[in-house]
């Protein structure tokens, strides 16, 4: 079936750091792939997508590129801020009209420190 | 424009009871998805509905159950809780013909099983 590995964590960063969060996938057609993110006691919002290889989706600064070659979608930061403190799902979904069900990873807690 | 909205925002059961959780959609959309996300893990597919008929399930038993009305807003029912129920039930939408394969989420509902 189709899954969703991402990087264990939790990540911890000084204000400013450089940011990678991995992700890679395994699907049975080729999916659109996303970043959401989940603040502390909230629920899901999108931060980037992309629905094909080679996209970049982008986002607050924010990047990820659609890697085919490498099943992989790995979310990129060039500075964060303390503010980007949040848990990040990495996600697919194959779409075949009407069958949108989405296939989180585990999530990566990333805390930013001043 | 409205989002995702979902009620309550908490409650609290006790093994054994029924809880029903109720949700609307992104304003325009027309299919609704339930996830369970327990505590430290990535959300988990419970089913989806599109013209107030499930159209696709993940991996729950029969004690979960919903329904969708015809101004598409949606309901989950949980019977028989257990203590394993104990999570956060996020309801997601999207708009299937026209549309894309985001899926938009709402904040959430905790449900503690005691």
């Known amino acids: 079936g189709d899954s969703v590995t991402q990087m264990e964590g939790p990540v911890t960063l000084s204000e400013e750091a450089f940011l990678t969060i991995n992700c890679t996938y395994t699907?049975?057609?080729?999916?659109?792939l996303f970043w959401y993110v989940q603040y502390p006691g909230e629920g899901l919002q999108l931060l980037l997508k992309?629905?094909?290889?080679?996209d970049k989706g982008s986002n607050k600064g924010f990047e990820a590129t659609y890697r085919k070659e490498t099943t992989s979608f790995h979310l990129e930061k060039g500075s964060v801020q303390v503010s980007d403190s949040a848990v990040y799902f990495c996600?697919?979904?194959?779409?075949?009209?009407?069958?949108?069900?989405?296939?989180f990873g585990t999530g990566t807690r990333l805390t930013i420190i001043p | 424009d409205a989002g995702v909205t979902q009620s309550p925002t908490h409650l609290i059961k006790t093994r054994g009871q029924q809880v029903t959780l109720r949700c609307s959609p992104k304003?325009?959309?027309?299919?609704v998805s339930w996830y369970q996300q327990a505590l430290g893990q990535g959300p988990q597919f419970i089913f989806q509905?599109?013209?107030?008929?499930?159209?696709q399930r993940g991996n729950f038993p029969d004690r979960f159950s919903g329904h969708q009305f015809p101004n598409y807003s949606s309901e989950l029912n949980v019977n028989a809780l257990l203590l394993g129920d104990s999570a956060l039930y996020l309801c997601?939408?999207?708009?299937?013909?026209?549309?894309?394969?985001?899926?938009?989420f709402g904040p959430g509902t905790r449900l503690t099983v005691l």
């Open positions: 699907a049975t057609g080729y999916p659109s």
């Open positions: 509905y599109y013209e107030e008929e499930e159209r």
């Open positions: 304003s325009g959309h027309d299919t």
């Open positions: 997601a939408s999207t708009l299937v013909i026209g549309g894309t394969d985001t899926q938009y």
């Open positions: 996600a697919l979904v194959i779409s075949n009209f009407g069958n949108e069900k989405l296939t």
């Open positions: 992309a629905t094909k290889a080679d």
